[in-house]
């Protein structure tokens, strides 16, 4: 089953979330300490980008690709910035990592759940 696309989807999307939630946890900690700027973390269209995903051709009337698409590793980068951090931004930034925690799991729990039933005899 982790060999379907969607499944390696949600899986990068949540470390994405992961290393995301991370980062904030880091400027609420030291939103208080003299000289630390905000560091924000590169955007998932950006890990979608350098994350190479083969294209199948499962019927002869689809058109050939040229094998890989996109780079090579997929990787989050955490950016410093040279901002203050910002408490009702971080506040903002945990709430939406929450609902894209969440909106993430239910994705990839219909799925299964969709699996499961046509597997079943």
């Not at 090579?72 to 945990?94: L, Y």
Request: glycine residues 4%.
């Amino acid at each position: 089953m982790s060999s379907l696309p969607i499944f390696s989807l949600a899986s990068k999307q949540a470390e994405w979330l992961t290393v995301r939630q991370q980062t904030v946890a880091n400027n609420i900690a030291n939103a208080q300490t003299p000289g630390y700027k905000a560091a924000e973390v590169s955007p998932f269209q950006a890990v979608l980008e350098e994350t190479p995903s083969t294209l199948r051709r499962t019927s002869p009337l689809h058109l050939t690709s040229a094998g890989n698409v996109g780079g090579t590793n997929g990787t989050t980068e955490v950016i410093q910035t040279e901002k203050a951090v910002s408490m009702e931004r971080e506040i903002v930034e945990q709430t939406e990592l929450r609902q894209s925690y969440e909106l993430n799991t239910s994705i990839a729990k219909a799925f299964h759940r969709m699996i499961l039933s046509v597997a079943k005899p």
